[in-house]
């Protein structure tokens, strides 16, 4: 991989995690580094989701099998993680009807149903996201491996342009 691909490699990764933070950001996962505080905006967050979900159809068959992995891993992440609080804004605007269910104490069946299905997405989540770490460290190994060898092409460079001057300065001293 040359080295200007591993510097674009790198700068996608760093476009997703962008959208990435800005998403959880939006949702309420992450405080406003701005703000201090944490605030939600799922309109907002759906943007960055569905832009990420853009990004991926656009670049379609011109990833490396990690880059796709870790947009993969993310977009997924990122949908549960919506589902989640879309649920939980649509519980909290429902405070009376939670509470008449409890106080009943029979779960609607549709929840019941749901438990299951979560658990499975939170076992594929987690392995998705080992899946994304490893991606990504990877891609950091790459990048800096081909840094590593540029800096060593450049310093061998110096040393032949060094070699060269002593060698002229000698040849004119002779």
Known sequence: ????????????????????NAAL??????????????????????FSIDTLDML???????????????????LLELRMNYIDEVEREAEEKKPEEKKQEEREGAPSQA???EQP?????????????Q?????????????????????????KKKTSRVRRKQSKKGDDLG
């Not at 299905?117 to 996201?129: H, I, L, T």
């Open 25 to 46: 950001q939006q949702m309420g996962k992450l405080m406003n580094p701005v703000t201090g505080k944490v605030e939600r905006n799922l309109e907002q967050a759906r």
């Open 56 to 74: 991926k159809a656009k670049t379609a068959g011109n990833l490396s099998k990690e880059l796709e992995q870790l947009l993969d891993t993310t």
């Open 131 to 155: 899946q994304t770490a490893d991606a990504t460290s990877e891609i950091s190994r790459k990048t800096q491996d081909v840094g590593t060898k540029a800096e060593a092409g450049k310093a």
């Open 111 to 113: 929840k019941d149903q």
């Open 117 to 129: 299905a979560r658990g499975k997405q939170a076992e594929q989540s987690g392995e998705q996201v």
């Open 1 to 20: 991989m040359g080295e200007d691909q591993a510097r674009q490699d790198a700068l996608f990764v760093n476009l997703i995690l962008v959208f990435k």
